[in-house]
């Protein structure tokens, strides 16, 4: 009996490469869906990938199309020069929590006040992870970080940033969703909500974003499954995962 293929690796993805992230780190997840995406809607030549500074970065040694490495937290503007300037280019930001709600949080919300027409894929794992573990803007109260390690006190640290509903405040953006990858419905999903954001631009519909709730166990300090748990319980009670805005229709 003939052999049936039922599981490949996306074109996207170069072919030589194995993935560098930590066991457990779901970048590597992100990634292999954003590859499907742009498979499946045949894209590859036409994108640019503007990375944020951090392991969301690393993404430019496995994936196929162009990636463009942006100072930390300018991905928004960068992206907002490439598309306004080569209009036909499908543009995507990858970023970190500390990049898009930290150091580049005007950025952020100056593109997405303006409405640019490009998708922005929002990793939200609660920690800066490259640089080893400091707290982010996302980092949950009582949680552990090198530069909170009694844990995040709020009237030290102030509260977690939840950017889908800060940016939900602005009349522009057409689009903005909250998932995760901790189960296969939710990547699923996940990847239905990447399509959207990406879709909304090639139709031209303006500013979409996917905040999608990640893993970094290597600074959260924990294994692979430990940290799922931890996702579940506690991240996913801050950052409840839905659609927060969706005007596709109307633009
Ligand atoms: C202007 C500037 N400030 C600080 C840094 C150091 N730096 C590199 S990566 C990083 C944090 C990355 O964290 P995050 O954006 O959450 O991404 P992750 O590593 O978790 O994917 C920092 C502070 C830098 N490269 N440039
Ligand atoms: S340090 Fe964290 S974000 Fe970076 S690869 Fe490891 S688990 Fe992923």
New binding site residues.
């Given amino acids: 009996m003939a052999e049936k293929l039922v599981y490949t690796r996306t074109k996207t993805i170069q072919e030589d490469k194995v993935s560098g992230f930590c066991p457990g780190c779901m970048?590597g997840t992100v990634m292999k869906l954003i590859g499907e995406v742009i498979d499946e809607l045949g894209i590859i030549e036409k994108t640019a990938c503007v990375l944020?500074?951090?392991?969301?970065?690393l993404q430019m040694d496995y994936m196929a199309y162009d990636n463009i490495t942006s100072?930390?937290?300018r991905a928004c503007a960068v992206a907002t020069g490439i598309k306004r300037t080569n209009p036909d280019t499908f543009v995507f930001t990858y970023?970190?929590?500390?990049?898009?709600a930290?150091?580049g949080l005007a950025e952020t919300m100056s593109a997405a006040n303006r409405g640019e027409n490009i998708s922005v894929i929002f990793?939200n794992?609660g920690?800066?992870?490259?640089?080893g573990g400091?707290m982010?803007p996302t980092t949950l109260l009582g949680m552990k970080a090198t530069t909170a390690p009694k844990g995040r006190d709020p009237k030290e640290h102030g509260y977690p940033m939840h950017m889908c509903e800060i940016l939900d405040k602005l009349t522009a953006p057409v689009y903005l969703e909250r998932t995760s990858c901790n189960t296969p419905q939710n990547l699923m999903h996940t990847k239905s909500a990447i399509k959207k954001a990406f879709v909304n631009q090639l139709e031209g519909r303006g500013f979409s974003m996917v905040e999608i709730v990640t893993t970094?166990p290597t600074?959260w300090g924990m294994d692979a499954l430990g940290a799922l748990d931890y996702l579940e319980k506690n991240m996913l009670a801050e950052f409840p995962l839905g659609l927060i805005r969706d005007r596709t229709k109307e633009a």
């Fill in positions: 970048h944020g500074i951090g392991c969301c970065g100072p930390h937290g970023q970190g929590d500390g990049d898009l930290s150091i990793i794992n920690i800066y992870g490259m640089t400091q982010a970094c600074n």
